[in-house]
């Protein structure tokens, strides 16, 4: 996994803990300062591939972490949601 999948990741991990939903694509590139809302979907979907999310197509906010993706080590600074 890259590093920026990490950030992606534990950004995701730590929006379901603060909201118990899922970030939208343009609050991932907001939240890890990538370029828009193309570069999350696409981290979002290396994820999924790696088997750390999964989600609904056509839908916002329905992104999960897996099982695998909750038992991931991130190192530590990965970006956190406001408040996170």
């Not at 999960?64 to 038992?71: A, F, I, K, M």
Request: charge should be positive.
């Amino acid at each position: 996994m890259t590093a920026k999948e990490q950030r992606v990741l534990g950004f995701i991990r730590g929006y379901w803990d603060t909201n118990s939903y899922a970030p939208t694509y343009q609050e991932i590139a907001d939240g890890c300062g990538l370029g828009g809302k193309a570069h999350a979907q696409y981290y979002v979907r290396s994820l999924e591939a790696l088997g750390m999310l999964t989600h609904v197509p056509r839908r916002v906010r329905t992104t999960v972490v897996t099982g695998r993706g909750w038992l991931q080590d991130l190192p530590f600074g990965s970006c956190l949601p406001e408040g996170g």
